[in-house]
């Protein structure tokens, strides 16, 4: 099944998206996150999807504003593709190749879920920033508790999937990880979801003998394509993922686990990085990006001016005052 969030009429709605495009609401139903608190993973998630088949059908998804489809209550964006850490890493920062730590874990890093937009809503520009970026992956969410899982176990808490567009400013984000934090502010301001909730039983025929999804991805600026990739080319499958994610901790209904950027073009920084130019030039207000994810749909969103950065002094050099 599909679930959508979306608003029609000042209402928030969730519902049980149809082939043809029309919406089937879940009765009493407006927060996606909740149900998935209260359905206790996959199978209680398609029960409520089934009894939205017997209510009266509602809009057609072209008559509403779409919602991200779920509130995430975390988000650990992960890098699992070879291809972009090396070309973001020679874009960023200089460096070459892939560091050596990279491959003995899937590594992540919390980004912001108080910062989450919809399929089709126009993306700020972050405050102070020139040099704003794209990235394409793909997120895995969560349905059910659990701690210290197996990836055999993960399987099982992992309820279905969106697309995930996380906008980078890529030059806050270079100055920021000079200090060994970050990303922080370059990473802060919008993440895209959507335009669905796909359930994973729905992307099961995808699935190849060494368990990733063969998924087709395409990244488009402005009508022209940039990047193309298999979402199969990630070093850890989604099931790692969420092992890794639940050592030592909880994960937890709606978390939502993004794949990292994918390779060849998921992003322009790593373009920047191989071609040794911005060749394309970083976004700007009324650049369109649309992402698309086989089996899941595509994400369109155009970016507007954001606001001016609030003035703030430079640190205070207090090391020389307990000399």
């Known amino acids: ?14 519902a049980v998206v149809e082939d043809d495009g029309t919406l089937l609401p879940l009765p009493g139903v407006t927060s996606l996150t909740d149900l998935l608190r209260e359905s206790g993973g996959l199978p209680g998630l398609l029960a409520a999807g089934a009894a939205a ?22 988000i650990r964006d992960f890098v699992t593709f070879e291809e972009h850490v090396e070309g973001v890493r020679r874009s960023v920062s200089g460096a070459v190749g892939v560091p050596e730590q990279w491959y003995a874990a899937p590594t992540f890093y919390f980004t912001n879920p108080h910062a989450v937009y919809g399929p089709h809503d126009g993306i700020p520009v972050p405050p102070g920033s020139e040099v704003l970026d794209f990235e394409l992956e793909v ?15 993960a399987r099982d808490h992992i309820v279905g999937y969106t697309v995930f567009n996380d906008w980078s400013a890529r030059d806050l984000q270079s100055a920021e990880m000079r200090v060994g934090l970050g990303p922080c502010k370059g990473k802060d301001t919008a993440t895209t979801l959507g335009p669905h909730l796909v359930t994973a039983d729905e992307l ?7 368990g990733f999804l063969r998924l087709a991805l395409t990244a488009e600026v402005n009508g022209e394509t940039v990047g193309t990739d298999l979402l199969s ?4 499958t989604f099931e790692e993922m969420a092992a890794y994610a639940s050592r030592g ?10 794949s990292g950027t994918c390779g060849n073009g998921g992003c ?30 595509t994400l369109t969103n155009t970016v507007v001016p954001g606001a001016d950065p609030v003035p703030l002094p430079t640190g205070r050099r207090r090391g020389r005052e307990r000399r």
């Open 233 to 236: 080319h990630m070093s850890w």
């Open 268 to 297: 322009l920084a790593e373009l920047w990085g191989r071609r040794g130019e911005q060749t394309p030039p970083p976004l700007k207000p009324g650049d369109t990006v649309s992402l698309t994810v086989e089996g899941i749909g």
């Open 204 to 210: 099961e025929p995808y699935r190849d003998a060494d």
């Open 139 to 153: 997120g895995a969410v969560i349905g059910r508790e659990g701690r210290d899982l197996t990836p055999e176990q």
């Open 1 to 14: 099944m599909r679930f959508a969030a979306y608003e029609h009429r000042h209402r928030r709605h969730v």
């Open 249 to 258: 901790t909880r994960v937890v209904p709606g978390d939502v686990l993004g």
């Open 53 to 74: 088949l017997d209510v009266p059908p509602g809009p057609h998804v072209s008559q509403v504003r779409l919602l991200p489809p779920l509130q995430p209550a975390s």
